[in-house]
């Protein structure tokens, strides 16, 4: 009989390299946002092929300080994919616009285009797509939707103006590394959102940073000000900037917000940023050793890697084909029985109190229900070994009936 193991879900991946990088910045007497993080901006932006990067304490905290660089808010309409963590949509509410959720194409985790593009109306003035588990959505489709209905488009600040169309606001909080026909994630929608969470393939523990493709006629250095100013007070210079002899004196532009990134966080990015091209091909070797391994089991996993899609990785979502929620609910169980700590990704936001209370019904999104009701996701993370994969699979191809 196979040795019982326990595998956790979704463990950090911390090397003593990330510790000793944790300790100098401690020794250094600068733990707040200074240079680790705006080198780490500066390598997220080279490795997104963008011009620039901000870091800020959430990928939430990315998705909304957008919204607000935008002036999106009361009157406007953002639409978000009902299959998604509660993130992508909150942010919507923070700012004062009306949601509007849309359903999952037919046996897709991604948004339904053709419900996306009747979802538009002349109050849209965002979308936000989910690359979810690591896959990126289609945004060559999103952007030529948008381009289609710019006619109804009506612009209310110089951004949006100089936009000229529905902002695409990527929530690629899975998708850090991901490409779609070649191209990175950040390098695609017009704003792209990451995780560095602690469960992400790159964590600095809480993080999240911001990417964004040059808009014609608008200064890229102007918009990370704006950032900067949205992310810390509205104050005009931060305490890195404020050690400068004589330079105490500071302004307050706005009554903004705080959600800035420290360096003690950057430094654990930037040492797990050196490290991650390692780390995404220890997570697809993981992928094709759990494909191999299911292969003959009557389920259906997420496909992460195809001419078109290389994904980060991040999650391993399976449907148990012909199974419904009760018998899904249960194999969580077993499987934690046998020591193996399993999820789901998601649980629709109509099925949520809040957005049940906000007038949302999981029966107007049927897709999502169908993709949530028999959706497992096995544990993908960088700290399995072989080993472990084979049990998690092993218990898993025992269980299945």
């Known amino acids: 009989m196979t040795k019982k193991l326990n595998i956790p879900f979704s463990p950090p991946d911390i090397t003593e390299e990330e510790i000793q990088a944790v300790a100098e910045v401690m020794r250094s007497g600068w733990i707040t946002t200074g240079p680790k993080t705006k080198q780490f901006e500066k390598e997220i932006a080279a490795y997104c092929h963008t011009q620039k990067a901000v870091c800020m304490n959430s990928a939430t905290a990315c998705l909304e300080m957008t919204l607000r660089l935008f ?41 339904d285009y053709d419900a996306l593009e009747q979802a538009v109306t002349e109050k849209t003035k965002a979308i936000i797509p989910v690359d979810i588990a690591g896959v990126m959505v289609d945004y060559d489709r999103i952007r030529a939707l948008a381009e289609r209905k710019k006619a109804l488009f009506h612009p209310a600040s110089p951004l949006q ?63 990370y000000h704006k950032l900067m100013l949205l992310s810390l007070h509205g104050q005009s210079k931060d305490a890195l900037a404020k050690t400068k002899l004589g330079a105490w004196e500071y302004d307050i532009i706005g009554t903004y917000y705080k959600c800035n990134m420290t360096d003690i966080m950057a430094a654990v990015g930037l040492v797990q940023f050196a490290r991650y091209p390692k780390l995404l091909a220890r997570r697809k070797e993981i ?4 494909n191999k391994g299911l292969a003959k089991l009557p389920v259906e996993a997420l496909t992460h890697f195809d001419d078109t899609v290389t994904s980060s990785g991040h999650l391993y979502l399976v449907r148990l084909t012909g199974k419904g929620e009760e018998y899904r609910n249960d194999m969580i169980t077993r499987m934690a029985e046998n020591g193996v700590a399993c999820n789901v990704h998601f649980k629709p936001l109509p099925m949520h109190t809040a957005y049940k209370n906000l007038g949302f019904h999981i029966e107007d999104f049927p897709n999502a229900y169908e993709m949530y009701h028999n959706e497992i996701t096995l544990p993908l993370h960088t700290c399995l070994t072989d080993e472990q994969a084979d049990y998690v699979i092993d218990t898993f191809c025992s269980l299945v009936k």
Do not use: Q
């Not at 992928?287 to 759990?290: A, D, N």
């Open 161 to 223: 103006e100089a936009l000229g169309r529905i902002l695409i606001l990527a929530d690629s909080a899975h998708g850090f590394g991901a490409k779609r026909n070649g191209k990175m994630s950040g390098e695609c929608a017009d704003f792209t959102s990451f995780s560095f969470h602690a469960v992400k393939n790159l964590t600095t523990a809480e993080g999240g940073g911001l990417v964004w493709r040059d808009i014609p006629g608008v200064d890229n250095e102007e918009l």
């Open 287 to 290: 992928i094709e050793r759990y």
């Open 71 to 111: 002036g999106i808010g009361e009157g406007d309409e953002v639409i978000v994919p009902a299959y998604t963590y509660t993130a992508s949509a909150s942010v919507v509410c923070h700012v004062g616009a009306t949601l509007k959720l849309v359903d999952c194409a037919p046996g897709s985790f991604h948004l």
